[in-house]
């Protein structure tokens, strides 16, 4: 069993930017596929990015339209991930989800992934 908990969204302007955080408990962490999705009003949940252990290094990759402002990090030491998030706009603005799956799993379906954090707001307005 995994429990997630993400940090506290927040109010953002756009060009800004925030951190958000992730902690995990329950498992063994470092070799947990970690991720982030996020479902913005009136559409559907969708991927963000993730972070996986190849069982010889990490690789993460991201979403077409966050790639290049987005960067998921891990820290094996505290058990948690976050997503930095940069030059935020306005379509940014969403639930934002921590999740986990096992070892090894990689996908951007919201089935490839077991647990899920209860979610955390991030708005970006003016």
């Known amino acids: 069993q995994v429990r997630l908990v993400e940090s506290e969204g927040g109010l953002v302007q756009p060009g800004g930017s925030l951190r958000l955080s992730c902690a995990t408990s329950?498992?063994?962490?470092?070799?947990?596929?970690m991720g982030w999705f996020r479902q913005a009003p009136g559409k559907e949940r969708e991927f963000v990015a993730d972070n996986r252990w190849s069982g010889i290094t990490y690789y993460e990759s991201y979403a077409s339209s966050v790639k290049g402002r987005f960067t998921i990090s891990r820290d094996n030491a505290k058990s948690t991930i976050s997503l930095q998030m940069n030059s935020l706009k306005p379509e940014d603005t969403a639930v934002y989800y921590c999740?986990?799956?096992?070892?090894?799993?990689?996908?951007?379906?919201?089935?490839?992934?077991?647990?899920w954090g209860q979610g955390t707001q991030v708005t970006v307005s003016s």
């Open positions: 999740v986990a799956a096992p070892p090894g799993r990689t996908g951007r379906g919201i089935h490839d992934y077991d647990y």
């Open positions: 329950g498992r063994t962490f470092s070799s947990l596929t």
